[in-house]
């Protein structure tokens, strides 16, 4: 079986990272030992075995859709790097037709 | 005054009878924190005014009435910074409202107090990931004091705090408290409320306290646990009496030794402390019994796949939009969010997003992501069938007592295989405590707190507090 190994840079990608030349270097090695190491788990025979994607298996809950009190719109924004008009500004999203 | 160096019982006498006042608790902790915070690095900040007003609105007829809780930097608490230890928040974030532990504090009569230093958003075992500063281990200036809740275990242990809140994804509590000496407990999964808490593993994460004794740990989890309609994970159950058992003793207790956590790796002077808690705990009228979980070995592979996937998603709010930092200059939208989170998130942030990412791509995710949930399983099943036969279980919090600072960075891996003997009861969802045993000659020539590991059952914090109470008295000199 051949080494586990990561494309850095295109996974950086995806996770929206854009991380400089030294930085993908100093990841590459640490990364593929960290995955070499999981995939250990490639051993094991789990054929038949339900995930675990909670540790305590409650079904999930519903509740009565009550209207609550939500948080001040101006609180929010004075967390928010740009704003205008009581909205979040960012840059344009949509490019020219 | 020194009421700095005080018990949250202790206090609660002083103040019933009339002795004291919160406001002379606060200014004795502030004075603390003055002296011996540039040397430990616990406090990010502390808000003393903002304190002080809460302490005059406190109701002392309540269980933590009058008592300062200082707060890992995770854990949102209104009008206060929030930064996880992460350039992307520090400074550029104030939080809007109350996590439901604080909340639930504030009711008990407790003031929030303090913002205690962590590895960025909870990823490590030593606060040297913190972008904003270093802890140094109180017992030891050259160590490190264990993490993610390095500053919260770090306060307690230098009096700079009577209790503190933490949050435990794979050992975070009780690891640091280990390398402490104090007291940590993680509580069962869905226990505490998480609403508040910023999410590094959502089906992982937990707060708890850390505190200098296991009835102090036993008052602040009384007060934060319960059912939160807020968290839909929060366990719709009872909480139980915490206090009243606390004494009850061991005598009758099977506690369960699970030889997997007996290996090759741990120091011989760490064996040397956990078997001779061991001892008297079965001195104390313990029945001590020889287990195994068998599927301990795959722990750490398991968590170093979960939870970083987790990690990815949930870290992906941060993306210089709505809050937190924002690139200076982007050129679109598309570098507002690779420049905002290259710049904002330090780098064992980033390998685990990436990590996380790669294991949840196509063509990977059955491979990596299915089959550790399923491993999980097997890991869940394997206490499942030991608490068929035991109260609770007994094994060492770390391989090692603190370690130094420095020296880690190079091999992340060998950092992540520490967390062996901590990781399974996040997998599993158990409570699990770390309570003070004594301590170890360094090379340092220093000594160094060791903690026992505890485990319980789902949902059975009462008798892991007994059994942990009963530790902390055998250990008494």
């Known amino acids: 079986m051949p080494q586990p190994h990561i494309d850095v840079r295109h996974i950086a990608n995806l996770a929206r990272l854009e991380?400089?030349?030294?930085?993908?270097?100093?990841?590459?090695?640490?990364?593929d030992a960290i995955l070499g190491y999981v995939d250990s788990l490639s051993a094991l025979d789990?054929?038949?075995?339900?995930?675990?994607?909670?540790?305590?298996?409650?079904?999930?809950?519903?509740?009565?859709?009550?209207?609550?009190?939500?948080?001040?719109?101006?609180?929010?924004?004075?967390?928010?790097?740009?704003?205008?008009?009581?909205q979040v500004r960012v840059p344009r999203v949509v490019a020219d037709a | 005054m020194s009421l700095h160096t005080e018990t949250i019982?202790?206090?609660?006498?002083?103040?019933?009878?009339?002795?004291?006042?919160?406001?002379?608790?606060?200014?004795?902790?502030?004075?603390?924190?003055?002296?011996?915070?540039?040397?430990v690095g616990a406090y990010l900040s502390h808000d003393l005014a903002t304190a002080k007003?809460?302490?005059?609105?406190?109701?002392?007829?309540?269980?933590?009435?009058?008592?300062?809780?200082?707060?890992?930097?995770?854990?949102?608490?209104?009008?206060?910074?929030?930064?996880?230890?992460?350039?992307?928040?520090?400074?550029?974030?104030?939080s809007p409202y109350d996590a439901t532990v604080v909340t639930r504090l504030r009711t008990a009569g407790a003031i929030p107090f303090g913002r205690l230093n962590m590895d960025e958003f909870a990823m490590g075992s030593s606060t040297e990931n913190s972008a904003l500063q270093a802890t140094r281990n109180p017992h030891d200036l050259s160590r490190v004091?264990?993490?993610?809740?390095?500053?919260?275990?770090?306060?307690?242990?230098?009096?700079?705090?009577?209790?503190?809140?933490?949050?435990?994804?794979?050992?975070?509590?009780?690891?640091?408290?280990?390398?402490?000496?104090?007291?940590?407990?993680?509580?069962?999964?869905?226990?505490?409320?998480?609403?508040?808490?910023?999410a590094y593993a959502s089906s992982l994460d937990q707060i708890g306290p850390l505190t200098r004794t296991v009835e102090d740990t036993a008052l602040v989890l009384q007060a934060i646990a319960g059912h939160d309609p807020r968290d839909s994970t929060s366990l719709p159950v009872a909480t139980e009496d915490y206090l009243s058992a606390l004494h009850q003793g061991v005598k009758?207790?099977?506690?369960?030794?699970?030889?997997?956590?007996?290996?090759?790796?741990?120091?011989?002077?760490?064996k040397a402390r956990v078997d001779a808690a061991i001892a008297a705990l079965q001195a104390a009228g313990a029945e001590i019994v020889d287990i195994s979980l068998p599927h301990t070995e795959h722990a750490v592979a398991t968590y170093y796949i979960i939870a970083p996937a987790e990690a990815s998603s949930n870290l992906s709010r941060f993306d210089g939009i709505r809050y937190g930092h924002r690139t200076a200059k982007p050129e679109d939208i598309l570098d507002l969010y690779k420049s905002s989170r290259e710049e904002g998130f330090g780098r064992e942030v980033k390998r685990r997003i990436i990590l996380g990412t790669y294991v949840l791509s196509s063509g990977y995710y059955d491979a990596y992501y299915t089959r550790a949930q399923k491993v999980r399983t097997l890991i869940r099943r394997d206490f499942e069938s030991a608490f068929q036969t035991v109260h609770a279980i007994l094994t060492p919090v770390a391989p090692t007592a603190a370690r130094l600072s420095g020296a880690q960075e190079a091999d992340p891996l060998q950092e992540y295989l520490s967390d062996i003997f901590t990781i399974p009861a996040n997998l599993a969802g158990l409570p699990a405590i770390s309570v003070p045993v004594g301590t170890v000659m360094s090379d340092t020539n220093t000594r160094l707190p060791v903690g026992l590991q505890i485990i319980g059952p789902h949902l059975g914090e009462a008798t892991l507090l007994r059994v942990a109470q009963a530790t902390e008295d055998s250990t008494a000199l």
């Open chain 1, 19 to 31: 991380l400089s030349d030294e930085e993908i270097a100093g990841f590459q090695p640490q990364l």
């Open chain 1, 46 to 86: 789990v054929s038949g075995i339900e995930p675990t994607a909670h540790p305590t298996v409650v079904a999930a809950p519903m509740r009565d859709d009550t209207p609550g009190s939500s948080l001040p719109t101006e609180a929010l924004l004075r967390n928010a790097p740009d704003q205008a008009q009581g």
């Open chain 2, 9 to 39: 019982s202790s206090l609660r006498r002083r103040l019933t009878a009339g002795e004291i006042s919160p406001s002379e608790i606060l200014d004795d902790l502030a004075t603390a924190i003055e002296a011996r915070n540039p040397e």
């Open chain 2, 53 to 94: 007003a809460d302490a005059a609105k406190a109701d002392l007829s309540q269980p933590l009435g009058g008592i300062p809780i200082a707060l890992k930097d995770v854990i949102n608490t209104l009008g206060q910074p929030c930064s996880c230890g992460s350039k992307i928040l520090q400074g550029k974030y104030t």
């Open chain 2, 145 to 198: 004091p264990g993490g993610s809740s390095g500053g919260s275990a770090a306060a307690v242990a230098s009096q700079t705090a009577i209790a503190a809140l933490g949050s435990d994804t794979g050992g975070s509590i009780r690891q640091p408290a280990s390398h402490c000496g104090v007291v940590g407990l993680k509580p069962t999964y869905g226990r505490v409320s998480r609403y508040g808490l910023v």
């Open chain 2, 252 to 270: 009758g207790l099977r506690l369960g030794i699970p030889r997997e956590y007996f290996t090759a790796g741990i120091d011989p002077q760490v």
